[in-house]
């Protein structure tokens, strides 16, 4: 089983949609989620942290569940600008250390 | 804000030979930098993770001889990519930790590497 797991998209959404990502993970012990976006053949960006409480930035509402090692994003009034692929990413701690793993990703395409 | 340079950003190379890339932190010191691939329409999966001063630690199923990481400084991590072959094609990023961002690290622009 992945570490991290996402909707598989593509989400093919009009502008002004509401839509909403879906990603779980595996391990109980990681401690920290992000939501990171991707356009293509660039490099990753961060979104925006996700807590337990819900957080919300703007347009975007990220939330974590911990008992079921789920977290969500919801993506209102969508814009074409908000066409992406959407990363689910988790920060893994080993030993003293703490690395980021990525979900697959979920592509987003808002249409006009 | 937190800035990594990655080059080149773009190279194309004959199977068999070694292609190096940098990855820099310019604005911080970055004791430990990760190294990502990512294959078309896949997650970024993590190769290893590099300590400055000492030896680097690779992800089960990546080989460490193939894939060389030198980490000499607090601002300099370089990959290695030794004999390369086309099935090595791929985008490679790197990642350093700073704790001056939210969540601690900051990416490069990435490599994206063609073997021919």
């Known amino acids: 089983r992945k570490e991290v797991e996402q909707d598989p998209g593509p989400f093919n959404v009009p502008e002004g949609a509401t839509v909403a990502f879906n990603c779980t993970y595996s391990n109980s012990a990681s401690q920290s989620f992000f939501w990171y976006r991707q356009d293509c053949r660039k490099e990753p960006k961060l979104l925006m942290s996700v807590y337990s409480s819900g957080n919300e930035d703007g347009r975007f509402t990220a939330q974590l569940n911990r008992a079921s090692q789920y977290i969500s994003l919801l993506i209102r009034d969508s814009k074409l600008s908000d066409s992406a692929t959407y990363l689910c990413v988790v920060n893994r701690i080993r030993g003293s250390q703490g690395n980021l793993i990525f979900g697959k990703g979920t592509k987003l395409s808002v249409k006009p | 804000g937190a800035v990594v340079s990655q080059h080149p950003s773009r190279v194309i190379c004959k199977s068999g030979t070694s292609v190096k890339i940098e990855c820099r932190s310019l604005d911080f010191q970055a004791t430990t930098m990760f190294w990502y691939r990512q294959f078309p329409k896949q997650s970024l999966m993590l190769m290893a993770t590099?300590?400055?001063?000492?030896?680097?630690?690779?992800e089960q199923g990546v080989e460490k001889d193939k894939f060389l990481i030198n980490h000499a400084s607090l601002t300099l991590s370089t990959l290695t990519v030794t004999s390369a072959h086309p099935e090595d094609s791929s985008f490679y990023i790197c990642?350093?930790?700073?704790?001056?961002?939210?969540?601690?690290?900051?990416f490069g622009s990435g490599t994206r590497l063609t073997v021919v």
């Open positions: 590099s300590n400055e001063g000492s030896k680097a630690t690779y």
């Open positions: 990642s350093a930790r700073d704790r001056g961002t939210i969540n601690g690290y900051t």
